[in-house]
């Protein structure tokens, strides 16, 4: 059982258009993070979210931590080619250790069409 | 700042061989973690080294095994290689500077093929 669930699996849309990727789970975490992949490089982190409800902007992107700490969003307003990859949530599970590992989901893969 | 490098970018190995894996961790990064990723199973956690010393561990056989060093400098060996592990492997490090977040730097990863 994946601890965290993505949505849609693959999304291929037109440019300019809006979209939402979901990252969801059953078990509360400490903190959601989001990263972005391209083919042939490593994850490169978009933004962390730790607070229930917090909503953070980074130009055309919007992530939202749900408020219970078990779900979160990213939403793109008028995607552009640039924007094409894998998105992957990961989290830290809320554990009270502080030390567990990261824990990744399978991952978004976004296609913009020109 | 240089980012996080990993050696070497390809390998090739056949069965049964084992293969050494080398992650150089961003400067002052204390904690470098591995991850396997492939196509059917995604990213997965391997194990994470703080110091030297191996904090946490993944859901992985023994044969997967790691160490960090006094410089942070961490290598990741796979012995008696199967074809299932064929993968990307990915070398991350952190500050760890609280225990609510760990925002993991990613290094550009090993492309390892079993034949």
């Known amino acids: 059982t994946q601890l965290l669930e993505q949505s849609p699996q693959f999304l291929s849309i037109q440019e300019g258009e809006n979209l939402t990727v979901y990252c969801n789970s059953s078990?509360?975490?400490?903190?959601l993070q989001w990263y972005r992949q391209e083919p042939g490089e490593g994850p490169v982190l978009l933004v962390t979210?730790?607070?229930?409800?917090e909503v953070k902007k980074l130009k055309r992107l919007t992530f939202q931590f749900g408020d219970a700490r078990k779900d979160s969003s990213l939403h793109i307003t008028a995607a552009q080619p640039g924007d094409t990859g894998l998105y992957l949530c990961?989290?830290?599970?809320?554990?009270?250790?502080?030390?567990?590992?990261?824990?990744f989901g399978k991952g978004t893969h976004l296609i913009i069409q020109p | 700042k240089a980012g996080v490098t990993q050696t070497p970018r390809y390998l090739i190995k056949t069965r049964g061989q084992q293969v050494t894996l080398s992650c150089s961790p961003i400067?002052?990064?204390?904690?470098v973690s591995w991850y396997q990723q492939t196509p059917g199973q995604g990213l997965q956690f391997l194990f994470e080294?703080?110091?030297?010393?191996?904090?946490n561990k993944g859901n992985f056989p023994g044969r997967f095994s790691g160490r960090q060093f006094s410089n942070s400098r961490s290598e990741m060996n796979v012995s008696t290689l199967e074809l299932g592990d064929s993968a990307l492997y990915l070398c991350?490090?952190?500050?760890?500077?609280?225990?609510?977040?760990?925002?993991?730097?990613f290094g550009p990863g090993t492309r390892l093929t079993v034949l």
């Open positions: 991350a490090s952190s500050s760890w500077g609280g225990i609510t977040y760990n925002e993991q730097f």
């Open positions: 078990s509360v975490f400490s903190s």
């Open positions: 979210v730790v607070t229930g409800g």
């Open positions: 990961a989290g830290t599970p809320y554990s009270g250790g502080g030390a567990d590992g990261l824990t």
């Open positions: 400067s002052g990064h204390r904690s």
């Open positions: 080294y703080f110091s030297e010393t191996q904090r």
